[in-house]
């Protein structure tokens, strides 16, 4: 994994200097090394900056931006499949230079073109300058493990890994989009395609975009379409042979990732997920599994003692870290750097810190993210399949009068329930489904933090509605169930633009490689076709992983709520947080941003400190916006 950044520009004025500004300034992606070539096109400069963080071929030979006739490359991330491509290249005559995965891309594009994405298992982010053809190429990975983000306006083309970079362009004009401001408050990030700065796009999952410098033209293409895999018959299988079909793609997946010259660990929580993932590997391996733990002293909130236990049934090498609080708050003011774009999931924190004990010992973790969209484990799915029904079953006039009850009844004045915390938003949720007892309705309401509504009466100015994957209609009338639209769906939103970037912003901040086993797109290939009892049974999650799981780990051992690092966002803003709350929500401050309406924001921070414990959520949301705010327009 690497950083990657680097400019199109078509008024050939964009110096060396500044394409190593951008790439400097994101130094803890690639700490091994760095590359810069300039290129002198008829119509255009152009230029590609690489940062290295050596994991496959450590020598020169694997040294970016690489050239191979007339192509030339910076490329982040890993095609863990790049040995076999690489015989099938050979076998048509090419002939290689190093170890490296990067040049077997440079190969395979030469060979296919776009048509090389195909061929790729893995996790990527590459541009791709075509001298001979006068283009630039520029691509992600399937499920959008790498990030990628581009700027084009008045000549200059921009693109990379962090958000950061661009910025250090001197034609990049920082010109925030409210409308993304707004979606970050209800959801706690800014759904891609779209960046809190106008003209700057994250490019989706699934596409590759192509500029011709003959004639300016920038062009999407998708490649790939999760509800490709959902538009489908299911899969005519029993059970027995699906568990074994299903552990022997698991089995290839989470191999795959394990190939690297460098040490690799496995973040291991004692949850399902990060379970899989670490018994198959420690079962297919002689040599001990590195896992790693993050523990706190609150027994409520910590699952370092199951994944503990889980370690020593499987014999894994375990690194077991408990952090104190102190520990945990030095984090928050360092959020806003690595984190470029407002970003409100404040599990960052102990992703940060279990990142930072696992570099210790390795130079890749294995995280478990996915299983949860692929096999259904989220425990909304269960909410809206066990309720759905039931409240959609409520006649109509009764549903409408309690919802208007409700207006008239704000939950400020609701007696004990008006402390407690997140009490308001889910009132309003509840008011919401009942005025629309749809169940799409009722899933939407569960994924958002805070209402349109909600949020819109925080800003000065009205702000619009922004067209994401929420909205897509893609899943076929033919093949829709209520389960595989919410996985549909949450596999290009939620574990896209929280968890995916949560994961590579903590692991990159300590120059860690971030890999994601379940995110092997065969593996979503395979489990969307399977019969939906199979993951969803009867109010068992992720039915299949769990039969899976218990052939290596006892029942009895793994038969157990599930508890999550939590982080006591209310405790710290009424105390430790509570100067950066003042600080941020000063008047003057708010006033001179003149983006949201004072009075309301004053309201928010006042009602919280007068005991109204369900503001605590919002306030964070609106702290980290500050924060970031602070950092990116007040100091740069």
């Known amino acids: 994994m690497c950083g990657i950044s680097g400019f199109v520009d078509f008024n050939k004025k964009t110096p060396r200097e500044t394409l190593e500004k951008m790439n400097r300034i994101m130094a803890h992606r690639g700490p091994d090394g760095e590359g810069y070539e300039i290129y002198n096109d008829d119509s255009a400069t152009v230029g590609l900056g690489h940062l290295r963080l050596s994991i496959i071929d450590l020598t020169e030979g694997g040294k970016q931006p690489m050239n191979y006739k007339h192509l030339h490359i910076t490329f982040n991330g890993e095609v863990y499949n790049y040995a076999e491509i690489k015989k099938t290249l050979e076998a048509k005559g090419h002939q290689f230079q190093s170890h490296s995965d990067t040049e077997v891309i440079l190969h395979a594009y030469a060979e296919w073109g776009s048509a090389a994405l195909q061929q790729f298992i893995g996790m990527f982010a590459f541009a791709i300058y075509d001298e001979a053809n006068h283009k630039i190429f520029a691509c992600r990975d399937r499920a959008g493990v790498k990030p990628l983000f581009y700027y084009y306006k008045d000549g200059v083309f921009l693109f990379s890994s962090e958000l950061k970079a661009i910025m250090q362009h001197p034609d990049f004009v920082k010109e925030i989009n409210t409308d993304a401001v707004a979606m970050y408050m209800q959801y706690g990030y800014i759904p891609t395609p779209h960046c809190i700065f106008k003209n700057i796009r994250k490019l989706d999952p699934g596409h590759f975009i192509e500029l011709s410098l003959q004639n300016k033209e920038l062009a999407s293409s998708q490649y790939w379409n999760v509800y490709d895999a959902y538009n489908t018959d299911p899969l005519k299988i029993d059970l027995p042979d699906a568990i074994t079909e299903t552990e022997k793609l698991l089995i290839s997946a989470f191999q795959y990732r394990m190939v690297s010259d460098v040490p690799v660990g496995v973040f291991l929580s ?47 090498d375990h690194t077991e870290y408990y952090c104190t609080e102190k520990e945990a708050l030095e984090i928050v003011p360092m959020l806003p750097f690595f984190y470029d ?104 309401n569960l994924t958002e933090h805070f209402s349109f509504k909600d949020v819109s009466q925080l800003f000065q100015k009205p702000v619009g509605k922004l067209v994401t994957a929420f ?9 829709y169930s209520l389960i595989n639209y919410m996985m549909a769906i949450d596999y290009q939103t939620y574990l896209l633009d929280d968890i995916l970037q949560k994961v590579d912003r903590a692991t990159m901040s300590v120059s860690l490689e971030g890999r994601e086993p379940f995110l092997d797109h065969r593996i979503i290939e395979w489990a969307a076709k399977l019969p939906m009892e199979y993951k969803y049974n009867n109010g068992s999650k992720k039915f299949i992983i769990k039969e899976i799981v218990h052939k290596y780990i006892p029942k009895e051992m793994m038969d157990r709520p599930k508890k999550g690092f939590g982080i006591p966002i209310s405790h710290w803003l009424e105390n430790e947080l509570k100067p950066f709350v003042n600080a941020y929500f000063d008047e003057s401050f708010v006033q001179k941003q003149g983006i949201f309406n004072n009075e309301e924001v004053q309201k928010m921070r006042t009602s919280f400190y007068m005991g109204k414990k369900e503001k605590a959520e919002k306030i964070w949301f609106f702290l980290m916006f500050q924060m970031w705010y602070d950092k990116w327009m007040n100091n740069n």
């Open 341 to 444: 774009e407002p970003f409100a999931d404040s599990s960052a924190i102990p992703t940060t810190l279990v990142s930072r004990i696992a570099r210790e010992k390795v130079t890749v973790a294995l995280s478990a993210d996915g299983g949860d969209e692929i096999f259904a484990g989220y425990n909304r799915y269960d909410y809206v399949m066990k309720y759905g029904n039931k409240i959609k079953n409520i006649p109509g006039f009764m549903r409408k009068s309690a919802a208007v009850l409700m207006d008239a009844v704000p939950a400020d004045s609701i007696p004990f329930f008006k402390t407690k915390y997140l009490f308001h938003s889910r009132y309003e949720k509840v008011k919401s489904i009942l005025q629309n007892s749809d169940k799409k309705n009722i899933f939407l």
């Open 471 to 479: 909205e897509s209609t893609e899943l076929k009338e033919e093949y």
């Open 270 to 316: 004692g949850g399902y997920d990060s379970t899989c993932v670490t018994a198959l590997l420690q079962a297919n391996n002689t040599q001990k599994i590195k896992t790693f733990t993050i523990g706190v002293a609150d027994d409520g909130l910590n699952e370092a003692p199951f994944a503990k236990e889980t370690a020593k049934h499987l014999g894994t």
